[in-house]
């Protein structure tokens, strides 16, 4: 759980020697006010921490510069109906086309469809990848 979610109010920098793009993402998308580097100077570090109690976000220069170039190489975020976005979410809790069909009260092959649309439009082959693809570019907030 976020802890602003839980109405606690406080700001999160992470500090870590691990700088590769997944974690960088993940602590963004979780609600990081930062993401910082252990090399960097004391200095720099206590600044950093009061830029985050003010609000603003800090960012190692080179995370900033990863964060950059994920965003111009990541390709245009699909476009899904609200049907295919539906499907995908209960996808994501877990159940199966069966039970789709009756939560929507659609038939197993029309799940089937808005499926194979999602997974066109997301390219991927599978239910789980379709799912995790969907979550990456924030399709099932």
Do not use: W
């Amino acid at each position: 759980m976020r802890m602003s979610e839980a109405g606690l109010p406080c700001r999160v920098i992470v500090l870590t020697t691990y700088e590769t793009d997944r974690n960088i993402l993940r602590a963004v998308e979780a609600g990081a006010a930062g993401y910082l580097l252990k090399d960097m100077p004391r200095g720099d570090l206590a600044e950093a921490v009061r830029a985050a109690a003010r609000g603003e976000t800090v960012l190692a220069p080179s995370v900033a510069a990863r964060l950059v170039d994920q965003m111009r190489t990541r390709p245009e975020r699909p476009h899904l109906s609200e049907r295919e976005t539906t499907v995908l979410r209960l996808v994501a809790e877990g159940c199966t086309n069966a039970e789709i069909g009756r939560r929507l009260f659609i038939g197993e092959s029309t799940v089937k469809t808005h499926l194979l649309r999602a997974f066109g439009k997301l390219g991927v082959d599978d239910r789980t990848a379709a799912v995790t693809s969907a979550m990456r570019y924030g399709l099932l907030d």
